[in-house]
């Protein structure tokens, strides 16, 4: 599909460079920062499950909802506009994020910054592509913008560390929380680059390509309705269960909404998504392993994530450090990529890519999860090496998905190709954390109900407080055990149960603190074995699903890097 591109005489070549790889590099940095902050956020708001997977996966969601409409309109309005649009909610995203005091207000940001993220990564690529009308030096500046995205992937962890390591101010007492928590300063930072990607961005030029385009609005709007409600099923399934009546009543509204977006697909002259796509094995094959490979990814993220920063308790920068093992090779290996996806069949990239995926998981699965290095848990350290091949194999994987996609189409297809192997690759970054959450929590509930039962029962406490201090989650007693405690004893008085009575459960409860603790540590450790387990099946899965891919379809395609400018790319949530 060729369009034709307008570009504005007004404003500067130089800015217009400028204002594209920092607004990239602005959106990876938001995108990447809650993946060294996962257990911190924990400890920090006390949340649920569900809620820490709300906060881990909203970003992703807010990228992925409207992902297909930012680019076309910026083709129809102007993509300054909607620049100015992406840096504004990023400001506001990271500025709620800095000043977040519960799990809502984070979960909140999360959507705001998600949005401004989805918007800067399709829009700034679209305004490089409008100024590089010559087919070397747009690929040159394509390939500019993917470093400066992969830079902001590796600057991101070291910001959340170090910021939390040197900025935090503890409290009065070991048992008091932060005067001040130093991450927020990451956001600030954030907030503050996000003004200059604004302020940068006035000296661009505009560019648009209006000509034969429009919005397909029911299109939008039941896909983007029919995901979010499949994806508040699963978050709210870490919680309650998946038999829970909102749980199943969001997954039939998600079907339905779905299924019309199909129907609606089929019938529309200009759509979203071309289905007659999938009817091209390669290129079918293809999706399916952008949605497996890349969820096998985030689950791998946001299970280290937690297990090391909030189960093992490791430091906020211990953490950053092991999330620069991943990023840092999609950065590193640009070049070597490059070269491999032009000289040699990309689809072998790919398959070689997830294969190194599947052995991380195979490897992190072996370790012992759930408990501090210093009562026995696997050292921060040893995650180093098993996570270095989790990053080869992503730098490996990201790029090359799109490029053997857009080889299995019709020259003439290859931008909606790449647009929609975009959309299911940051599919596969969502379902990440959303679905390692659910077999986490669940497996790790499972696991805690008997022992939890058997220390409650020998403590003397009244059979009703036992019954109800049995259904909360593991996670609950290791992040918020005041609050657990609180909970019961006035559930207890609200009862009739005298102030000595009181006390005495008050007291119990002291006296087993640690055993439950525990427990519920090595529990929820279980359940990330689980997730890496299945993660590692995926990418398995993944690789094997490469094989049949025709080495004819996937062949290098050295006109590809001119695709045409509707194409999006973007790197995950972690």
Known sequence: MSQTISVSSRGSVPATFVAAYSAVTLAQITNALPGALNGTFAVEFQTSGAGLTWIAGMFMMGIVVFELSWGLLGDLFGRKKLLYAGAGLSVLGSVVAATATTTGMMIAA???????????????????????PDHRARAKAIATWAGFLSLGAVISPLLAGFTAQFFTVPGATASQPNAFSGWRVAYLAAAVIAVIVFLVSLRAKDSAAAKGRALDLPGQITLALGLIAVLFATVQAVDAGFGAIEVVASYVVGGILLTAFVIIEMRTEQPLIHLSLFKNSAYSITGIVAVTGM???????????????????????????????IQGPAFVLIPVVGWLIHHVAPRWALTGGFAFMAVSGFWLSTFTLGTP?????TAWTAFIPPLLLLGIGFALTVGSITAVAI????????????????????LGFALGPVIGSAIAFGVGASAFAAPLNRILGGTGLPADAVAGLAHVPPLGYLSGWDGVVGQASGEAAAAGASGQAVDGMTQALASVQQQIQGVAGTSLGEGFHVVYLVAAIAATVSALLTVFISSKSAAPAPAAAAAPAETTTSEPAI
Request: hydrophobic share 55%; proline share 3%.
């Open 295 to 325: 969820f096998a990814f985030l689950a791998i993220c946001y299970s280290t994530s937690v297990a090391v920063g909030g189960l093992a308790l490791a430091e906020a920068w211990k953490v950053g450090v092991l999330f620069v093992f």
């Open 407 to 426: 080889n299995t189409v019709q020259p003439q297809h290859i931008g909606m190709a790449s647009a929609t192997t975009n959309l299911l690759r940051d």
């Open 373 to 377: 290095e210093a009562f026995g848990g």
């Open 110 to 132: 999360q959507a705001i910054g998600g949005i401004g993220a989805g918007i800067l990564f399709p829009i700034s690529l679209s305004m490089l592509a409008a100024i590089t």
